[in-house]
């Protein structure tokens, strides 16, 4: 880690700092979330196995990976893993 | 860098870098800016901004495995962030003020570098490039190209 970080930021006195580490974590997040999404459907889990651990909607992550997955992994059907 | 939401005004830096032709990327790579740098920089402050609240990006990147990918997906519509489109639209005012009649990298450039607040220019710092130097340059390699 570098100087930056073990300064501690985000108070009142340096709110840009603050502010771009929530949109580094949110950039972040979403990356993470379409990896895990994929590990998932290489594991073999189906849309609505991720879909209720993720707590949303089947069609939510349906509407948001699917179309990656494919392409990603064209001939390779979801998997009818669990729930 | 992905998980994008909107594209920002160092996305649009990203994107006249990796266009090699261009009065843009020229000037750019004039003061020893690259494709591969600008995009290293900008994941270097993603990183900071993340440790900043004790969030390791390595550690999320070794967890979540070889598919955890920060790049922009390609064939997904993200839109412009408020300052990008700020940019881009006095990029055009640029190309207007100077009398040009095509729109090129080097307006969005200078449409960028009006912003001495936004991403792209704290990029270009972090980089050793001052915006006003930038600025010169453009100005210089433009009069070459009329000349």
């Known amino acids: 880690m570098n100087e930056k970080a073990r300064t501690r930021v985000g108070g009142p006195e340096d709110p840009r700092e603050g502010l771009e580490a929530v949109v580094a974590l949110r950039r972040t997040l979403e990356a993470l979330e379409a990896a895990q999404v994929e590990n998932a459907f290489i594991a073999g889990w189906s849309y609505a196995r991720i879909a209720e651990v993720l707590g949303v909607t089947k069609q939510a992550v349906h509407k948001k990976h699917a179309k990656r997955i494919r392409a990603k992994y064209p001939g390779r059907p979801p998997g009818r893993g669990g729930a | ?147």
């Open chain 2, 1 to 147: 860098m992905l998980g994008h939401d909107s594209l920002g005004d160092e996305d649009l830096l990203l994107g006249i870098l990796s266009t090699d032709a261009g009065v843009g990327a020229e000037a750019l790579r004039s003061l020893g800016v690259t494709l591969e740098g600008a995009r290293e920089e900008s994941e270097e402050m993603l990183s900071d901004a993340l440790a900043s609240i004790g969030v390791s990006l390595e550690g999320v990147r070794r967890e979540a495995g070889d598919v955890f990918d920060m790049s922009i997906p390609s064939g997904r519509k993200i839109p412009y962030s408020p300052v990008a489109k700020n940019a881009l639209v006095r990029a055009r005012r640029e190309m207007k003020m100077l009398g040009d009649d095509q729109f090129g990298t080097e307006h969005v450039l200078l449409g960028i570098l009006a912003n001495r607040d936004g991403t792209a220019v704290r990029m270009l710092v972090r980089l050793g490039v001052a915006p006003e130097a930038l600025e010169d340059r453009l100005r210089e390699l433009r009069g070459r190209a009329a000349g």
